[in-house]
């Protein structure tokens, strides 16, 4: 009888559990925040780009 009131103040596997889930969120915040900056950047430098192949065009909305 004595093991099961120990078995209820044990919580360093629940610590564990709750550092491992608060790393996943936070490494999939970095990751998605790192692809949404990688697109924003590709599509700042591909603007000019376009821009500057369009000019001999007469509709650019440069």
């Known amino acids: 009888m004595s093991e099961r009131r ?16 608060v790393l996943a969120i936070a490494g999939a915040a970095i990751t998605f925040g790192a692809l949404a900056l990688g697109t924003a950047i590709t599509d700042s430098i591909d603007e000019p780009t376009e821009c500057a192949a369009a000019t001999a065009s007469p509709n650019t909305d440069c």
């Open 6 to 21: 120990g078995l209820g103040k044990d919580r360093s596997g629940a610590a564990a559990a709750e550092y491992a889930l």
